[in-house]
């Protein structure tokens, strides 16, 4: 349906009379319809609505309108919408068939501000005015009148300014945004004064009621895709003096506006969206009613040709400022709208006396916290030195008690809900402060634990005998218990604090630990069966090694063998109380294993390191060249075949060398090796090449040796002194011992050489007269050989002189050097 707008804009500019209706007057004009440019007029005393407004000297402020019926209270003070009434209105004033042809206009601003005034003159509405005597509140609730004799209407709102009434700001926060989602011009009306005051020129409300506007009507549009509606905010300001120019103050309306758009948490569906996407703005401004009362008429004149002309500029009713709803659903739809705002939580925000309980509170409130914060932190230094307060939970208690008494005291007398809602905050305030000690007397509390139950493990495993699985489940089960003990006090209720997380840490932490320390006892108990494994290993694989045959390398592995099965079972037996894991087990056992075969390995390499094995070779070979088959020692003769004999002992032993080359089991091992140790493979080659081809060699050498000196021994053996002549020498010397025996002399000097000779021998003086004697007979052969040089030099060596042998001292015959036979 296209808006009839040939029937909007039919409103005259004449004026005419006006009727005085006691406290209303209403410019009226020729047709009564009213007209800016009033002149007074008595109406009959029962015309009159409201009383005083009339006075003498009001002139154009009193509206002389048309009688009561002619308006309507749309919403009253009890917030209820006239929706009936409101459709015998519309009849009434023949606006039923309009369709989309008529426009809205709704006036905000404080009270007593001239909004009445301003929509009487403008529209020749009937507003009741404000006694100038009484000055009292007029307006209550939201009035709507039909303009002059066109199809406008226009809604003239209670006062927003709830602070003089001691009120909270519903209604007028409700008022304003039926205002803004309804009207296509919503004039806002402020004295120039209250330009650039937040509050007096009704900011704030603005903020709340365009923040709410975009919630609650133009989301849903967005969403739908629906344009946008627009509205037109036309401010007009009052008693306009014109010493700042109307442009300064248009700016710092302005800039207000775009501060408050810019302040307001935007839907989603509208985050980019700008002020002029849904508002225009628009200013006039209007001198002193009464002391520029011509200027005043003039403004007024102007302005209602913005809402009348539609070739002016400045035109007020664009197409695009409809709101689209035909005209007979508009009281269903304006309803509607009113139960909307109505039913938004948004709106309730809080009373005067709200806010000065929420105030007063805070105040109370952090009195109370801060004094609260004091004195838990006294507490503070030692929970960080790693302490654990034994009264930690009873300390929290009472001091978080006290200040919620504190609070109590003094907040229980503000507004019942607002004190409810700041205790709860309060005491959230106080378990956040409490929570860090909480914590750190839980951090300690584990710490504490944990290092206790280490101490009480390691001293545990330090007696004689023990079970380690038992000790663990024993001590475990003991810090536990303490950890319950200690967090029942701790926790507080009111809190939703919780020591399940860290009593299942502290477990998992213990449990860490006797792992830890199970690990140390395996590896304790590993290292003494290693030793074990190489004791008993390394015998069995000597006594093998030390005799070589075909079976050898067999009874080596099979020591092997027995060892690791030896140390396997001793492991199972021994760790049976360590509740080793099967794969620990395992794990250890395998390890036992490659100990055992390094040590065999280590074993092996030692018992054919050369020299040992040269030296197992050459007895070896000794045992079959120097021993008989009984193994008694051989004394070579000459008819024995020593070089038979040499061959084959030399073979024989050679033939051991490839035998202890390589190990060749009949069943050989399957060992995989690891970083350290080499696999059955790499290990089974015991002698290189060359060290076999240097060990032969060697033992070739030696074996040479042993032969020559057989050989010698049989030499020897042929050139001793034969028996017979020993009888020889006793036939022939048979004389001389008889006479040493029968002559008393010598018999005599027998004796006593044999009495020297046993005293020598029993003082033990034979090695110092041997010494003695040695010397005696050096120094004699020395001071001979001087004595035979002295005498060759002579002239005539050939026969010493007499002289020199008279020159030399006298020395006796006997004395003389014998030169040796060979010198
Ligand atoms: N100074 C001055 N006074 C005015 C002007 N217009 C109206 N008044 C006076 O202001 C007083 C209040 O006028 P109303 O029109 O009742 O004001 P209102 O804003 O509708 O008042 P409420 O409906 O009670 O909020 C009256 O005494 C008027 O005479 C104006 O332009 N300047």
Not at 205 to 227: H, I, S
Request: hydrophobic content about 45%.
């Amino acid at each position: 349906m296209e808006r009839d707008e040939e029937a909007v804009h039919r409103m005259p500019v004449e004026t005419g009379p006006s009727v005085v209706t006691g406290a209303h007057k209403v410019p009226v004009m020729a047709s009564g319809i009213p007209s800016a440019d009033t002149s007074e007029a008595e109406v009959p005393p029962e015309t009159v609505t409201r009383t005083a407004s009339a006075s003498a000297d009001a002139g154009h402020d009193v509206a002389i309108g048309l009688a009561q019926p002619n308006r309507l209270q749309l919403i009253d003070e009890d917030q209820h919408f006239s929706g009936a009434l409101f459709h015998d209105h519309l009849s009434q004033w023949g606006m039923l068939e309009a369709g989309f042809g008529y426009d809205i206009c709704a006036v905000l601003g404080s009270q007593s501000t001239g909004k009445s005034t301003l929509l009487n003159r403008l529209f020749g509405t009937n507003f009741d005015v404000m006694d100038d005597r009484a000055r009292q509140q007029t307006t209550k609730g939201i009035w709507l009148c039909r303009g002059m004799d066109r199809n406008v209407l226009v809604m003239d709102v209670e006062g927003t300014d709830g602070r003089e009434r001691g009120e909270d700001q519903d209604f007028e926060r409700k008022s304003a945004l039926f205002s803004l989602a309804t009207a296509e011009c919503v004039i806002v009306n402020m004295w120039e004064n209250q330009v650039g005051l937040f509050q007096g020129a009704n900011m704030g409300l603005l903020k709340t009621v365009l923040d709410v506007n975009l919630t609650l009507f133009q989301v849903g549009r967005a969403r739908a895709g629906a344009p946008k509606e627009k509205t037109l905010l036309l401010f007009v300001i009052r008693d306009y003096i014109g010493t700042t120019p109307l442009a300064n103050l248009e700016s710092t309306i302005r800039a207000d506006l775009q501060r408050i758009w810019a302040s307001l948490t935007k839907p989603e569906a509208l985050a980019g969206a700008e002020l002029g996407d849904f508002f225009d703005v628009s200013f006039s401004a209007l001198p002193h009613k009464v002391l520029q009362a011509k200027e005043f008429d003039e403004g007024i004149a102007q302005l209602q040709r913005r809402f009348i002309d539609r070739s002016d500029p400045q035109y007020v009713f664009q197409t695009e400022y409809h709101k689209r709803i035909p005209i007979d659903g508009l009281p269903h739809y304006l309803e509607s709208v009113w139960e909307q705002i109505m039913q938004n939580k948004d709106l309730d925000l809080p009373t005067q006396q709200e806010l000065l309980a929420q105030f007063r509170c805070d105040e109370i409130a952090a009195a109370a916290a801060a004094a609260f914060a004091a004195a838990m932190t006294a507490l503070r230094s030692a929970l960080d030195a790693g302490q654990v307060l034994a009264t930690l939970g009873v300390d929290m208690a009472s001091h978080r008690a006290e200040a919620l008494a504190v609070f109590d005291k003094d907040a229980s007398r503000y507004h019942r809900g607002v004190y409810a809602r700041k205790r709860a905050d309060l005491l959230l305030q106080l378990n956040a402060v409490l929570l860090p000690f909480f914590l750190a007397q839980l951090k300690n509390l584990h710490t504490q634990l944990a290092s206790a139950f280490q101490q009480a493990m390691q001293e545990g495993t330090r007696r004689a005998s023990y079970n380690f699985g038992g000790l663990v489940e024993e001590h475990v089960t003991h810090a536990l218990a303490a950890f319950d003990a200690e967090t029942q006090r701790l926790v507080l209720p009111d809190t939703d604090w919780s020591v399940s997380e860290e009593r299942v840490h502290l477990e998992e932490d213990l449990r860490a630990v006797a792992r830890t320390l199970r690990a140390d006892e395996t590896q304790k108990l590993a290292v003494r069966l290693e030793k074990d494994i190489r004791r008993h290993l390394a015998e069995p694989i000597e006594a093998a090694l030390s005799e070589p045959d075909a079976g050898m390398w067999d009874r080596v592995l099979g020591a092997w063998h027995e060892a690791c099965d030896r140390g396997a079972a001793l492991y199972r037996e021994r760790a049976a109380h360590l509740n080793t894991t099967p794969d620990e087990d395992a794990a250890t056992v395998g390890r036992l294993h490659m100990v055992a075969w390094r040590a065999l390995l280590d074993r092996v390499q030692e018992s054919t390191s050369e020299t040992v094995l040269a030296s197992r070779l050459r007895a070896f070979f000794e045992d079959r060249f120097r021993y008989d088959a009984s193994g008694v020692p051989r004394v070579w003769k000459p008819s024995d075949d020593m070089d038979d004999a040499f061959v084959q002992a030399r073979d024989a032993t050679l033939a051991l060398i490839p035998l202890y080359a390589t190990m060749q089991p009949e069943t050989p091992p399957t060992v995989a090796g690891d970083e350290d140790t080499p696999s059955w493979d790499e290990a089974r080659r015991v002698l290189s090449e060359r060290r076999c081809a240097e060990l032969g060699r060697r033992f070739r050498r030696d074996a040479d040796a042993a032969y020559v000196e057989a050989k010698r021994g049989t030499v020897s053996s042929m050139t001793q002194v034969p028996w017979w002549m020993y009888v020889v020498l006793i036939v022939l010397g048979w004389n001389e011992a008889m006479a040493v025996l029968h002559s008393p002399v010598y018999f005599t000097l027998l004796c006593m050489l044999l009495a020297s000779a046993y005293v020598v021998w029993r003082m033990n003086l034979a090695g110092p007269m041997l010494t003695v004697t040695t010397h005696v007979a050096k120094e004699l052969r020395a001071l001979g050989e001087q004595q035979l040089r002295v005498y060759l030099d002579a002239p005539g060596t050939a026969h010493p002189a007499p002289r020199a042998t008279e020159a030399r001292p006298a020395v006796p015959e006997s004395a003389e050097p014998r030169l040796p036979a060979s010198f």
